[in-house]
């Protein structure tokens, strides 16, 4: 349920209706928007009255139910705005939101070796990516496969955030990792197999990184958007979502579906910035370009893409990994798109 409150209500009132709903056993969240102030109630309120409510306060304009089962999530929720994610990194705070700069993502699937990937993290940086992404923690299909340099590799990241000014995206894994990738990492990566962790959903959600959520390669959209009210109830509301590509009947030429619709079908249903990955999401470089500009045209807020400096030597995903010269051109192209919609960075970032 959530209670609208009328423009100019004064910050005492929503402090007393507030512990009015508490002593009702009910958990109030105040959620203030561009234009107004709304208060979104979790608890228990199926047996309520919503003209009962009304009658508390001369500065409710409404009070309206929640009916997605993903509350928090809910556009409704937020009566309909839009949520920012602000994340800091050392080059200065980065915003995903619906009316904000597409914000890019780029790098190697798993951290290699030092030098890959600070020179990794220079070129997509020079080329306009403002996050390095590079898994430390790999979650591989075989046990035999590279599995990631794990704690050393989290070095290797501070040492490529310092020389690129990138903010750091690493998967976690394991709820024990959390705080130690939390301390080098500016946004913790949920991967597509950990999206039903709900132990390890809960604990992201009770710290302060925000949390790119991949959705789970047979998990449905109302499960994705379930999983980010695990983390949202525990705490957190600064969560991306990040399409990845689903399982679907043909995984002949691409090795996942890139479900583009999720686009326009998620921004019916939740408040929660959307990136997607068109690297995982085909499973092959020749593809990336054109799903990476389809995904701006459709809506993307952010595109999450694999760059090695040399994609056939690469110990993990080499074959949907784009040269950085391959990534610097795609740019160039996503810049047209981006700028048509209104939505790319009016400083261009060269280092
Ligand atoms: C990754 O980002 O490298 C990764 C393992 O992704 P996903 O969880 O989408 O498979
Ligand atoms: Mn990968």
């Known amino acids: 349920m959530i209670v609208v409150m009328k423009p100019g209500s004064p910050e005492a009132e929503i402090i007393r209706i507030s512990k009015e709903f508490e002593d009702w056993g009910l958990t109030p969240e105040k959620i203030v928007g561009k234009h107004k102030v709304v208060i979104g109630l979790v608890g228990d309120t199926a047996s309520l009255d919503r003209l009962q409510i009304q009658e508390i306060s001369p500065w409710i304009e409404q009070v309206l139910r929640v009916e997605r089962p993903f509350k928090r999530a809910s556009l409704e929720f937020r009566h309909g705005e839009s949520s920012e994610v602000v994340v800091s990194t050392p080059d200065g705070p980065v915003t995903f939101g619906r009316d904000r700069p597409v914000v890019l993502i780029a790098g190697p699937c798993s951290v290699e070796n030092e030098e890959m990937i600070v020179e990794t993290a220079r070129r997509v940086r020079a080329a306009g990516a403002r996050f390095l992404r590079g898994g430390a923690y790999k979650p591989r299909t075989s046990p035999y496969s590279f599995q990631g340099h794990g704690e050393s590799a989290l070095a290797l990241l501070a040492a490529a955030r310092e020389a690129s000014g990138l903010g750091i995206i690493t998967e976690v894994m394991d709820t024990a990792d959390v705080e130690k990738i939390a301390e080098v990492a500016d946004v913790l990566q949920v991967g597509a197999r950990n999206m039903h962790n709900f132990a390890l959903l809960k604990k992201v959600g009770s710290q302060d990184k925000p949390v790119l959520l991949k959705r789970g390669m047979s998990a449905t959209i109302d499960e994705w958007l379930m999983a980010a009210e695990y983390i949202l109830a525990a705490g957190n509301s600064n969560i991306i979502l990040c399409e990845r590509g689903i399982r679907t009947f043909d995984r002949k030429y691409t090795r996942n579906t890139l479900d583009l619709s999720v686009l326009p079908v998620l921004r019916n249903l939740t408040h929660l910035p959307i990136a997607i990955d068109p690297s995982h999401g085909t499973g092959w470089s020749e593809y990336v370009p054109d799903m990476a500009k389809a995904a701006i045209a459709a809506g993307a807020d952010s595109l999450m893409i694999e760059v090695h400096p040399n994609p056939a030597k ?38």
Request: hydrophobic share 40%.
């Open 314 to 351: 690469a110990l993990s995903d080499g074959p949907q990994s784009l040269t950085p010269e391959a990534f610097d051109r795609l740019v160039g192209e996503l810049s047209v798109i981006g700028k048509a919609l209104g939505r790319w960075s009016k400083e261009e970032v060269k280092v």
